[in-house]
């Protein structure tokens, strides 16, 4: 069952702008920045949000058309996954679970079976009868997500399902819910600011920037050839602008480079990434090959790498080892020069 | 000087003293100062009228009021409330005072008798007491421990008369309103309040041979401040023409 | 001890007002004439006037909680236009002296009443001078307890939890009763307890609005300030019971809904 989503939707300065579709059966992820209308999206999906303009289609039916047609969020067949889990706390794991189905109109038994099978299938079956206080949070995300699925729901909405877990929870939870996220049928969309989320999770991320949707594709398109600045933070890319011709790219605010698309011509991308670049006290000397010189602005340590953000034309981003930056007594001001090969910087028309 | 002419001096310097301290000497002086009454709920309404009478006649002095029903001022005193003068509606309620020798002397100065109150236009057409044993009929009267209420008991019980009030009120003013409203039908009350609501309640009046008669006492609180002007304040209540006319306007009767 | 870790400056002010609350409590008490009192409260009109007061108490409760709850909840979510005016209003009746509150009742459900007046005309019914009457004025002056407590709860109730109801598939219904409500309990118990003690200690609209008369109208209040007028040993006999009565009640709910709020 596909979802058709186009609509608008303003509150006080904030529009949302959507048109999109997401395939039947496949996990699409939402990224954006903090308050670029996300959840809302989320919302307006599970129908707890009005659209101003618009219409929302699953499958063949029309679940929002403004301003007529208005499908409850009880109607909707959706099951949504909330940040922090929203779990009913006066009620057991189980009786949580079983809510849905007796919603529904399931017997007392019907509803207890359901909740059990459930349980087994989240492995989750010894917190059967605890209560949401007493359950740490990589246990709350599952009992969400098995009170969710126990309606059997057409659609899966999640809601940043990982964002309250600490690091470590964060990994083994992913995995898992790669595996029921992978085995559910219907569509799953998912909301998060993570870019290794949509990376695993995703068959298809929707970039959302500000109300508007300003980049849709597979994850390695979207790492390829982000269209944004934002997406290229996102992905851990450098993306430059400028002018090609001929072979060289002139870069808006300063600074030339050779590249390997010779014909290319006009406004374009490139996008160069981090580990392709190297960094060096003297100009190095050598054909086919981009060079120039700037300042260290930043130094900032990932897991098994430094992170050099640089002040030059154009600004770049390098990764290097800590050994390299202890052998070339690299810091923060020191000047430096910046190598990369032709072949490593991929320009692109928009 | 001889002994004539010192003689004549002590006499000088003695009234001359004395014309320095008139208190001291005894002689008539003007009354001053402020009082505390506590009334009986149903003299709200005469009462500020003496007083106005009162201190128009000895400008200097102050009254002031306290109303509610008869037991409770009466209680008040007792438990030291500062009162200089207190007025009941009840004779044995006084006598209660006199014997925990709170207050001495009480003087009968007003005597009221009751009426049947009824709404303007009398919708329920009474005209006799027999008429208040009708089926149905909302009759209020005062609880009885209200001076209004226990002689309306009395008034029921030497006529004989079967009747159901529907409400006991704690204080006549609040059974006149109720009557007003028109959430009562009938309501047994003083004349003296039938008077004072005016034409807002209609009233039928009852044979004095059926009727009981409530007697109304003052007496200084033994433990006033101001002893003086609390007996000249009682003594004009009970005996001068002014106050005695106004009481007369307002519907009291004379107690004697 | 606890006590010693308490800054001194919030310790001294706290046990000032115990004591202010409790020494008339105290006094009270030490004022009762224990050997009377088996006879005073075993009497027809004692007794008569406690049922009378547990009755209509427990009804005015009753009614505030069917009324005030949904209001509450429709304050909390700000569903109805004005909803500032509208919780100024549920207010009044707290800051009305409760004389006046009798009056108003009795110029909108008296016999010549703006709604009274039409009902008795037209189906000869009457309020004032009933215990419907007694019920109806102490739910007037108790309901504002109910409501503004249990608004408080349900705002601090986040929409996500009746969110995630709906999309679990739970009507409006459903949602109030198994979520809302449960979520909201121990403001909801707070509520309603708050309510009921201002029920049963009700005097003022009470008398004003239905009068007073032994086993239909004189409740405990009533017949204490009542006995006031003739036999103070009796009104304080009286106010013992109704002090027994609420503390007791008080102390049993506290042991069982305070438990649950800890865990």
Request: glycine fraction near 6%; avoid cysteine; proline fraction near 19%.
């Given at each position: 069952m596909k979802i058709l989503a186009n609509f608008t939707l303003t509150k006080g300065n904030f529009t949302l702008d959507i048109d999109t579709t997401v395939s039947a059966g496949t996990v699409t992820a939402v990224l954006g920045p903090n308050g670029s209308g996300k959840s809302t999206l989320l919302r307006v999906l599970a129908g707890l949000q009005l659209i101003d303009s618009g219409e929302i289609v699953f499958g063949d039916r029309v679940v929002d058309a403004a301003p007529s047609i208005h499908v409850s969020p009880q109607d909707r067949c959706v099951g949504v996954v909330f940040q922090d889990y929203a779990?009913?706390?006066?009620?057991s794991v189980a009786e949580n679970i079983a809510f849905g189905p007796r919603s529904l109109g399931a017997s007392k038994k019907e509803a207890r079976n359901v909740a059990r099978a459930q349980l087994e299938s989240l492995g989750i079956t010894e917190l059967s009868a605890r209560r949401p206080s007493q359950i740490s949070g990589g246990q709350g995300q599952r009992v969400a997500l098995a009170r969710a699925l126990a309606t059997q729901p057409d659609v899966l909405l999640l809601d940043e399902?990982?964002?309250?877990?600490?690091a470590q929870t964060r990994e083994s939870v992913r995995t898992e819910l790669e595996r029921h996220i992978k085995a559910f049928t219907g569509c799953v969309v998912f909301v998060t600011h993570d870019p290794l989320d949509a990376m695993l999770l995703a068959d298809r991320v929707i970039i959302l920037e500000n109300g508007s949707i300003t980049q849709e594709g597979t994850p390695s398109e979207l790492a390829a050839r982000p269209a944004t600045d934002y997406v290229a933070t996102l992905m851990g890319v450098n993306l430059i602008r400028g002018y090609a011709h001929d072979g060289l790219l002139q870069v808006d605010g300063g600074g030339v480079l050779q590249i390997s698309q010779r014909s290319l011509e006009g406004q374009v991308l490139a996008v160069l990434r981090p580990e392709a670049i190297t960094l060096h006290l003297t100009q190095p000397q050598g054909s086919a090959r981009n060079v120039w010189r700037g300042t260290i602005r930043a130094l900032t340590p990932m897991h098994d790498r430094i992170r050099v953000s640089i002040d030059a034309s154009p600004p770049v981003v390098a990764t290097v080892t800590h050994a390299s930056v202890a052998e070339l007594k690299l810091s923060v001001g020191t000047s430096i020069w910046v190598s990369a090969k032709t072949l490593t910087i991929e320009a692109f028309t928009k | 000087m001889n002994t004539i002419m010192r003689g004549l001096l002590a006499v000088a310097l003695i009234v001359g003293l004395g014309a320095l301290f008139p208190s001291a000497s005894g002689a008539v002086t003007k009354p001053s100062g402020e009082l505390t009454v506590s009334a009986a709920a149903s003299l709200t309404d005469v009462f500020p009228v003496i007083a106005d009478a009162f201190q128009k006649r000895f400008p200097g002095t102050e009254i002031r009021f306290n109303f509610a029903g008869s037991s409770t001022i009466m209680n008040q005193v007792i438990a030291?409330?500062?009162?200089?003068v207190i007025a009941t509606a009840s004779e044995p309620t006084m006598r209660l005072g006199v014997d925990t020798r709170i207050v001495a002397r009480p003087l009968l100065f007003a005597k009221n008798d009751l009426a049947i109150a009824v709404p303007a236009g009398n919708p329920e057409n009474i005209k006799t007491l027999t008429d208040l044993q009708r089926n149905g009929l909302l009759l209020g009267v005062c609880e009885t421990v209200v001076p209004c209420g226990s002689a309306a008991a009395e008034m029921f019980f030497n006529n004989k008369l079967d009747v159901t009030p529907v409400t006991r009120e704690l204080d006549v003013r609040s059974l006149l309103g109720k009557v007003i409203s028109g959430d009562l039908d009938a309501g047994i009350v003083y004349i003296t309040d039938v008077k004072a609501a005016g034409s807002k309640v209609e009233f039928i009046e009852i044979p004095v041979k059926d009727n009981v008669v409530t007697t109304y006492p003052l007496a200084i609180v033994s433990d006033s401040k101001n002893t003086e002007l609390a007996e000249r304040f009682v003594n004009f209540v009970r005996f001068s023409t002014t106050s005695q006319g106004i009481l007369r306007a307002f519907g009291f009767a004379k107690p004697w | 001890m606890r006590i010693q870790r308490a800054p001194l400056f919030l310790l001294i002010p706290g046990l000032v007002a115990l004591l202010f609350l409790v020494v008339p409590l105290i006094a009270l008490i030490a004022q009762t004439p224990w050997e009377a009192f088996p006879k005073i409260i075993s009497s027809p009109e004692a007794l008569e006037a406690l049922r009378l007061s547990l009755l209509t108490s427990l009804a005015a409760t009753g009614l505030a909680a069917v009324f005030g709850i949904p209001m509450a909840w429709l304050l909390a979510r700000e569903v109805l236009p004005f909803t500032g005016l509208l919780r100024a209003l549920v207010i009044v009746p707290l800051l009305l002296p409760p004389v006046v509150s009798g009056v108003a009742l009795l110029e909108a459900l008296g016999r010549r009443g703006l709604v009274g007046g039409f009902l008795y005309d037209n189906f000869d019914i009457t309020f004032p001078f009933t215990t419907i009457g007694v019920v109806i004025a102490t739910t007037f002056v108790a309901m504002p307890f109910l409501i503004i407590t249990l608004e408080g709860g349900f705002r601090s109730l986040h929409q996500r939890y009746e969110d995630a109801a709906a999309t679990l598939g739970a009507n409006s219904r459903r949602i109030f009763f198994r979520v809302s409500v449960p979520m909201v309990a121990p403001a909801a118990i707070a509520g309603l307890v708050l309510c009921w003690a201002r029920a049963l200690g009700e005097f003022g609209a009470t008398i004003t609005f239905a009068g007073n008369f032994p086993g239909v109208t004189q409740t405990m209040p009533l017949a204490v300030y009542t006995a006031l007028e003739s036999d103070r040993s009796v009104a304080i006999a009286l106010s013992l019971v109704l002090l027994l009565v609420s503390v007791g009640v008080l102390v049993a709910l506290r042991g069982k809904y305070l438990q649950t709020r800890a865990s």
């Open positions: 779990l009913f706390p006066h009620l399902p990982l964002a309250a877990l600490d | 030291g409330a500062p009162v200089d | -």
